[in-house]
């Protein structure tokens, strides 16, 4: 990284945080009316007007994002010629038949993508159409294990926002995961879970996420009670893998399902705030003030697997790689791969000797926003224990994010000199 580019990412902490606040508003629902109507002519439109207009209800953050679908009427009307029997051939019929029913196979053929369209949502995790069962359904936030004995990761490449950061200042620092799901019901196999730390309290609160994990030091006690986040710590499933216990319980598919009913624990949103979580709509950063380079993230910051992640320009998406190889999940042999990259340039406070410790996740800092091929300098900030991390750019405006799958990790700040962005 030039020394430019540091100071560009150091100087946005000055910026002022008051005029990029989002509106907390929502749109109102509209919906779509699809009326086939055949009377000497067929056509697909609002009853009032040859146009219709597809509104999905999202979040205010998405920019309620809308397309026009322009329907022309077009007249199918036929004239019947009567023909003497005799002269009338078998031809002719099925000719007549085919122009008859030809336009009744096309106006189905258009209604069903807007039906379908009308059964669907845009996720507030990563801005993809998802199905409208999910829209209210919280997400879990699942712990992950990153020690290289417990590779390979299962369940990571379908995880919709991943974070990374150092567990404890021992074992080389060694980093844990915890990854987000939206449609959790329907992944295989998650894990191998592990402990949680407050940090991951304080970063799952802002999802309104349920957190799974299997323990953790005292030092969470106290999150817990503040927050009243929602939590399942073990009880998951023992998978035999050969490896020593604490590296073979894992989430199966219906595990979450059955302890939140027997735990009681709320499965749709009990904060709708977490819905608006952050601004997503197709980004472009070639423009914006202080942009460079990023085809390589090098995450030496992270000194046990020192992964990076690589720009796939096939694909768009940036493909993680640790311990010098390409990850690859172990359920669907896929690489984990994300769209955005965020890194939080952040302090830390170690609470003992034993290596535990709390990132100083309130407050605010210097980091980098990353897609696409190009990267910006941004300041995030979180004002509370369970307020949600803005991201803002050089011009003090919260960043929008591309479409898919994010990853964001929390990097030490005595090692932040250590990230390169190329």
């Given at each position: 990284?030039?020394?430019?580019?540091?100071?560009?990412?150091?100087?946005?902490?000055?910026?002022?945080?008051?005029?990029?606040?989002?509106?907390?508003?929502?749109?109102?629902?509209?919906?779509?009316?699809?009326?086939?109507?055949?009377?000497?002519?067929?056509?697909?439109?609002?009853?009032?007007?040859?146009?219709?207009?597809?509104?999905?209800?999202?979040?205010?953050?998405?920019?309620?994002?809308?397309?026009?679908?322009?329907?022309?009427?077009?007249?199918?009307s036929?004239?019947?010629?009567?023909?003497?029997?005799?002269?009338?051939?078998?031809?002719?019929?099925?000719?007549?038949?085919?122009?008859?029913?030809?336009?009744?196979?096309?106006?189905?053929?258009?209604?069903?993508?807007?039906?379908?369209?009308?059964?669907?949502?845009?996720?507030?995790?990563?801005?993809?159409?998802?199905?409208?069962?999910?829209?209210?359904?919280?997400?879990?936030?699942?712990?992950?294990?990153?020690?290289?004995?417990?590779?390979?990761?299962?369940?990571?490449?379908?995880?919709?926002v991943?974070?990374?950061?150092?567990?404890?200042?021992?074992?080389?620092?060694?980093?844990?995961?915890?990854?987000?799901?939206?449609?959790?019901?329907?992944?295989?196999?998650?894990?191998?879970v592990?402990?949680?730390?407050?940090?991951?309290?304080?970063?799952?609160?802002?999802?309104?996420?349920?957190?799974?994990?299997?323990?953790?030091?005292?030092?969470?006690?106290?999150?817990?009670?503040?927050?009243?986040?929602?939590?399942?710590?073990?009880?998951?499933?023992?998978?035999?893998?050969?490896?020593?216990?604490?590296?073979?319980?894992?989430?199966?598919?219906?595990?979450?399902?059955?302890?939140?009913?027997?735990?009681?624990?709320?499965?749709?949103?009990?904060?709708?705030?977490?819905?608006?979580?952050?601004?997503?709509?197709a980004?472009n950063?070639?423009?914006?003030?202080g942009?460079?380079?990023?085809?390589?993230?090098?995450?030496?910051?992270?000194?046990?697997?020192?992964?990076?992640?690589?720009?796939?320009?096939?694909?768009?998406?940036?493909?993680?790689?640790?311990n010098?190889?390409?990850?690859?999940?172990?359920?669907?042999?896929?690489?984990?791969?994300?769209?955005?990259?965020?890194?939080?340039?952040?302090?830390?406070?170690?609470?003992?000797?034993?290596?535990?410790?709390?990132?100083?996740?309130?407050?605010q800092?210097?980091?980098?926003?990353?897609?696409?091929?190009?990267?910006?300098?941004?300041?995030?900030?979180?004002?509370?224990?369970?307020?949600?991390?803005?991201?803002?750019?050089?011009?003090?405006?919260?960043?929008?994010?591309?479409?898919?799958?994010?990853?964001?990790?929390?990097?030490?700040?005595?090692?932040?000199?250590?990230?390169?962005?190329?």
């Open positions: 990284m030039s020394k430019r580019s540091c100071e560009a990412a150091e100087s946005i902490e000055d910026a002022s945080l008051g005029m990029a606040r989002v509106n907390g508003r929502r749109m109102q629902k509209r919906s779509v009316r699809i009326a086939l109507r055949r009377k000497g002519r067929m056509s697909l439109s609002r009853p009032d007007g040859a146009y219709c207009f597809l509104h999905r209800a999202v979040p205010f953050s998405l920019q309620c994002a809308f397309r026009m679908i322009k329907c022309k009427e077009r007249d199918y036929r004239e019947v010629f009567y023909m003497n029997k005799r002269y009338l051939s078998m031809t002719a019929v099925f000719t007549a038949a085919a122009l008859l029913f030809a336009p009744l196979s096309g106006i189905e053929a258009q209604a069903a993508p807007a039906a379908a369209a009308q059964a669907a949502y845009v996720s507030e995790l990563t801005g993809l159409p998802t199905s409208i069962t999910l829209q209210t359904q919280r997400p879990v936030a699942v712990m992950i294990d990153n020690d290289t004995k417990a590779l390979p990761h299962y369940g990571l490449s379908e995880a919709d991943v974070y990374e950061m150092m567990n404890s200042t021992a074992n080389k620092r060694v980093t844990r995961l915890m990854a987000i799901y939206k449609d959790w019901q329907n992944v295989g196999q998650i894990g191998n592990r402990s949680t730390r407050p940090t991951n309290i304080l970063l799952a609160s802002e999802w309104n996420a349920i957190l799974i994990h299997d323990g953790g030091p005292f030092y969470n006690n106290p999150y817990f009670k503040s927050t009243g986040i929602s939590h399942l710590s073990g009880g998951f499933s023992r998978v035999k893998n050969g490896k020593a216990q604490e590296f073979t319980e894992y989430v199966l598919k219906n595990d979450i399902a059955k302890q939140v009913t027997t735990a009681a624990i709320p499965s749709t949103y009990t904060n709708p705030a977490a819905m608006n979580h952050w601004k997503i709509g980004t950063l070639s423009a914006k003030a942009n460079i380079p990023a085809n390589l993230v090098q995450l030496n910051c992270f000194r046990l697997t020192k992964p990076y992640l690589s720009y796939n320009a096939k694909t768009g998406t940036y493909d993680y790689y640790e010098k190889k390409l990850a690859k999940d172990g359920e669907d042999k896929k690489a984990p791969s994300f769209a955005n990259v965020i890194l939080q340039n952040c302090t830390f406070t170690q609470y003992d000797k034993n290596g535990y410790l709390i990132y100083n996740v309130i407050g800092g210097a980091g980098w926003y990353i897609t696409g091929g190009k990267a910006i300098p941004i300041m995030w900030a979180k004002a509370s224990e369970t307020g949600i991390t803005h991201y803002y750019d050089l011009s003090g405006a919260e960043i929008t994010l591309n479409p898919g799958k994010t990853y964001i990790g929390i990097c030490p700040s005595d090692d932040w000199t250590s990230v390169t962005v190329s």
